[in-house]
């Protein structure tokens, strides 16, 4: 189906493993995004990309890692898990031309006990 | 920094209601605006976007919203409310400077309940 997936939907690590959440969009847009969303903050951009190869940061940068070597795929590393990033995370993606909103995936759950 | 901010986190109405969710921005230019909704366990859904042609806009599920740049707001309504409206939604505005990208800024989000 076309769209924008996230996996897993939901996930439980431990403090300090290291933890991917995979992305995969099949419209072929420029941009993709992660977002975090937590009570009382909305929606807090991590990292983004242009294109293959071009990430940049956002607001909550810290603790994550990404990387975008094809298009469809934009996967968020958290590299050394920590309870403060038990969060529900987005990822989202935009054509990039005109007024371009962005399309969000289901989420992913993720614990860090 | 550009910001957004939805005033009251939780908002309450009887079915049939006016529905009202408040959003201010803030920004020197007038931006390109969206609100979207989200349902229990799902991703965020479009309800509609302010892109300066109009600023009375229309979207799905029988909202509007009206941009009024005097008053830096875009408010969210919906004459009468359903059930089936009962939901997050988030204001968010185009990043400054990247408003064609699709980067986002949101605010904190009003929950709508919608009461029998």
């Known amino acids: 189906d076309a769209g924008i997936t996230q996996s897993p939907r939901y996930k439980i690590t431990e403090t300090g493993r290291q933890v991917t959440l995979m992305c995969h969009q099949t419209?072929?847009?420029?941009?993709m995004f992660w977002y975090r969303q937590d009570l009382g903050h909305g929606l807090r951009l991590i990292y983004y990309?242009?294109?293959?190869?071009?990430?940049d940061k956002g607001e909550v940068p810290d603790g994550y890692v990404v990387s975008r070597s094809k298009t469809e795929n934009f996967p968020l590393t958290l590299e050394s898990a920590t309870r403060s990033q038990t969060s529900v995370y987005f990822c989202?993606?935009?054509?990039?031309?005109?007024?371009?909103?962005?399309?969000f995936g289901q989420g992913t759950r993720l614990t860090v006990v | 920094a550009q910001s957004v901010t939805q005033l009251g986190s939780h908002v309450s109405v009887s079915e049939g209601a006016l529905v009202l969710l408040r959003c201010n921005y803030s920004?020197?230019?007038?931006?390109?605006l969206f609100w979207y909704v989200q349902y229990p366990n799902q991703g965020l859904q479009l309800l509609l976007k302010?892109?300066?042609?109009?600023?009375l806009v229309k979207g799905i599920n029988g909202f509007e919203a009206e941009f009024k740049k005097s008053e830096t707001s875009f408010h969210l309504t919906k004459p009468s409310a359903h059930m089936s409206d009962a939901a997050e939604y988030f204001c968010?505005?185009?990043?400054?400077?990247?408003?064609?990208?699709?980067?986002?800024?949101f605010g904190q989000g009003t929950t709508l309940q919608v009461k029998p």
């Open positions: 989202a993606s935009s054509l990039g031309q005109g007024v371009s909103e962005a399309f």
């Open positions: 968010a505005v185009s990043d400054q400077g990247s408003s064609n990208t699709g980067k986002l800024i």
């Open positions: 302010y892109t300066s042609a109009a600023t």
């Open positions: 920004s020197s230019v007038p931006p390109y």
């Open positions: 419209w072929s847009h420029s941009y």
């Open positions: 990309s242009a294109a293959a190869d071009i990430t």
